[in-house]
């Protein structure tokens, strides 16, 4: 896919924040030297942690040049590191690994949660925060959206972007075994947005764009309208005019 767009991520930067901000109250507090926001994107997530911890030394690692530039931008004073979650390894002093809706992304990502808690020095902190919304009709009739169009090949591959997240039991029986403490809650938020298009406009810079941009600006009009139609069912206009897009996130707060 192209490049993440700060910008348009950015412009639900409160909203996109809020669990950054949920997670990050459920570290256990402790005077941390080095700390890693894993997937730290334009850098709202890592913010949070220059308030919280100013004696530590934070880093940001992202795979998105878009992303690190804005984040570079707003916190110039930080490190910010361009690699690849699936291959990184963090320092062996590492106090916290913090990561803000990222791992969804890596379809092995369990995989990769296990390697990085492996490697974390007894007292670590892993924390961690995804997106389980797959199954809200905010996603799902992305896909039934494009059903019997003409363009219906093109988007076939972008439900494979993500997967469906496994159950907090599959997690706690995986990474139990490499931790002291292991907490995992889901957290349900109802965002107001204005009407449907407002609910493409949140998903135009995340769950939206492997349907878009294999699509041409004629199709990708054909597409949005037949989303929208489809959502303005699934969800209801409230008397002031908005809709409650609901959104269910998973956090893991693992201690080695």
Known sequence: MADWNPTQYL??????????RDLLAQVPPKKSQLIYDLGCGPGNSTELLVE????AQIIG?????EMLTKARMTL????????DLNNWLPAPDADVLYSNATFQWLPNHLAVLQKLLGGLKPGGVLAVQMPDNLGEPSHVLMGEAAQNAPYTDKVRMAAAARAMLPAPSHYYEALKPLCSRLDIWHTVY???????????????????????????A????????????????????QDDGTVLLRFPRLFMVAVK
């Open 11 to 20: 412009k639900f930067a409160d909203e996109r924040t809020r669990p950054a």
């Open 52 to 55: 919280a911890y100013p004696q």
């Open 61 to 65: 690692v992202d795979n998105s040049l």
């Open 76 to 83: 110039p004073a930080l490190r910010f590191e361009e690699t």
């Open 190 to 216: 109802n965002h107001p947005l204005k009407g449907v298009a407002g609910i493409v406009e949140w998903l135009t810079s995340t769950g939206l764009r492997p349907y878009l941009e294999p699509l041409s």
């Open 218 to 237: 004629d199709e990708r009009k054909d597409y949005l309208a037949r989303y929208e139609t489809a959502l303005a069912k699934a969800y209801p206009l």
